[in-house]
């Protein structure tokens, strides 16, 4: 499965069709952030980003089974 644009993601998290601790969904703005990104809610402990490529912008967290599927059914990857 090719990975979804961040904007179609956006518009499934504008629609209320993505995990509600999901904020939000950016593109790439090179040279600062150079990976397409997905924000998550402050949870209380930070906020936390994923790239793309499985890997973290902020911190890191456990990921809640139905953000797994979410991100996943958009073809990104999970982090290790």
Do not use: C
Request: glycine share 8%; hydrophobic share 20%.
């Amino acid at each position: 499965m090719s990975q979804k644009t961040p904007n179609s993601m956006q518009k499934q998290v504008e629609r209320s069709q993505a995990p509600k601790s999901i904020d939000r969904v950016d593109n790439a703005s090179p040279p600062r952030d150079r990976y397409d990104r997905i924000h998550f809610k402050d949870d209380g402990h930070g906020k936390h980003a994923l790239y793309n490529n499985g890997t973290w912008k902020h911190g890191g967290r456990a990921l809640t089974r139905e953000e797994k599927k979410w991100i996943t059914e958009n073809g990104w990857p999970l982090p290790n």
